[in-house]
């Protein structure tokens, strides 16, 4: 018995380091079959959390907010509660089925101030025009990793955000495209975004920055 946990233990580290180190030249989105997965709140997360995620960011209630790289929407579901019937979610990702289960979710939720965009950052041609106006806030929730051009991908969002608005980038250590907090500061630097605050959980952190 023990042998095979080894030995599924090594597996999922190889696979990861592999995912990892090609990631880093090709896009590759985590796939939508792991959605439920990814729904699920990390106890050992203390930053990664939905609720901590909309806290750190001061998302409050009226709020113009997208959620880039939604995934299954974990994370919208608390922003939409946030914000009420007065605000907006802009749900945005780059995998139709994941959307479908951020959607299932919102829906069981019974919230109707979610919008939902299938896009691919990399090329990303939506303009403030396309989503109703800019936003006050975009959250960023493991997915930096997942892109290439990171720079150009922050840059583009930034487009989107009005100005003084917050980017909430979150990261956590299991995540595979996993990035640092170095990293994080060093693409805040290369956009100019004004850093506001770092909470850090045992595996994981905030960086909010400041347009």
């Not at 023990?2 to 030995?7: A, M, R, S």
């Not at 050992?44 to 009226?62: D, E, F, M, Q």
């Not at 595979?176 to 909470?199: C, F, G, M, W």
């Amino acid at each position: 018995m023990w042998v095979f946990v080894i030995y599924l233990l090594l597996a999922i580290i190889v696979v990861s380091l592999i995912w990892r180190f090609t990631s880093t030249r090709y896009p590759i989105p985590c796939p939508a079959w792991m959605g439920k997965m990814i729904a699920m709140e990390n106890p050992l997360a203390k930053a990664h959390r939905a609720i901590a995620i909309v806290k750190n960011s001061g998302i409050s209630t009226g709020m113009r907010v997208i959620d880039a790289g939604c995934g299954p929407g974990r994370v919208t579901v608390e922003i939409a509660k946030a914000v009420g019937a007065n605000g907006k979610v802009l749900a945005f990702d780059i995998q139709q089925k994941m959307l479908d289960q951020a959607k299932e979710h919102i829906d069981k939720n019974r919230y109707t101030n979610v919008e939902y965009y299938c896009c691919n950052f990399h090329d990303l041609a939506l303009t403030t025009n396309d989503i109703g106006g800019a936003v006050d806030v975009i959250t960023l929730t493991a997915v930096l990793g997942e892109t290439t051009d990171k720079v150009s991908i922050l840059n583009r969002l930034l487009s989107l955000l009005k100005p003084s608005g917050i980017i909430i980038i979150t990261e956590i250590m299991a995540d595979p495209h996993y990035i640092t907090i170095a990293a994080s500061r060093k693409l805040a630097e290369d956009t100019n975004l004004q850093e506001v605050k770092i909470v850090k959980g045992l595996i994981d952190y905030s960086i909010i920055l400041r347009k």
